[in-house]
T-cell receptor, first 116, second 113 residues
Framework: GAVVSQHPSWVICKSGTSVKIECRSL??????MFWYRQFPKQSLMLMAT?????????EQGVEKDKFLINHASLTLSTLTVTSAHPEDSSFYIC????????????FGPGTRLTVL | AQSVSQHNHHVILSEAASLELGCNYS??????LFWYVQYPGQHLQLLLK??????LVKGIKGFEAEFIKSKFSFNLRKPSVQWSDTAEYFC???????????FGTGTLLAVQP
């Protein structure tokens, strides 16, 4: 099946710094990728939809200036958490939609962000 | 707005017991329905999906789910669970023209050997 990777898998940063998380589709081209946030013992909450070559669409309540999304190619989307604070600590998961597999999303392994 | 509810947050079963996890959604139009599984330390994997046709859907690892439109439900079942089924299970839905997936809160299944 389609494979999605994320890098890094775990990152610790100081408050006020920025962190970039990469999401790659390894064996297919993804025109659409999604970014989710998962709190401990809770479900995945969609943050934004990332479309190749255009601006991301953010869900209500998600600060677009804080969570910068770039989808510069058909296999790479990046999420940058700017000026991170401890409340941004979470598990960030990306998924990619394979156009050959109607409506199915393939998920990356996630990135655990800890802000000190 | 679409929403998904999973009634069982934590289920504990013995091996060979039967499993049924509830999932209800709210959306008035045509929906696509999914069950995902997340094994400890691993990423989300698709168990099964329903788009149209036979409302009884068979997935991987012996799982199945039944779409009952009148009840807005898509319950997951397995006749005999194994210890290796210990994982968290998420029901998800997308509807209309959007590709967005809305997830339920998840059910943590622990199977005792």
């Amino acid at each position: 099946g389609a494979v999605v990777s994320q890098h890094p898998s775990w990152v610790i940063c100081k408050s006020g710094t920025s962190v970039k998380i990469e999401c790659r589709s390894l064996d297919f081209q993804a025109t659409t990728m999604f970014w989710y946030r998962q709190f401990p013992k809770q479900s995945l909450m969609l943050m934004a939809t990332s479309n190749e070559g255009s601006k991301a669409t953010y869900e209500q309540g998600v600060e677009k200036d804080k969570f910068l999304i770039n989808h510069a190619s058909l296999t790479l989307s990046t999420l940058t958490v700017t000026s991170a604070h401890p409340e941004d600590s979470s598990f960030y998961i990306c998924s990619a939609r394979d156009p050959a597999s109607f409506s199915e999303q393939f998920f990356g392994p996630g990135t655990r962000l800890t802000v000190l | 707005a679409q929403s998904v509810s999973q009634h069982n947050h934590h289920v504990i079963l013995s091996e060979a017991a039967s499993l049924e996890l509830g999932c209800n959604y709210s959306y008035g139009g045509t929906v696509n329905l999914f069950w995902y599984v997340q094994y400890p330390g691993q990423h989300l994997q698709l168990l099964l999906k329903y788009f149209s046709g036979d409302p009884l859907v068979k997935g991987i690892k012996g799982f199945e789910a039944e779409f009952i439109k009148s009840k807005f439900s898509f319950n997951l079942r397995k006749p005999s669970v194994q210890w290796s089924d210990t994982a968290e299970y998420f029901c998800a839905v997308n509807g209309g023209a959007t590709n967005k997936l809305i997830f339920g809160t998840g059910t943590l299944l622990a199977v005792q050997p």
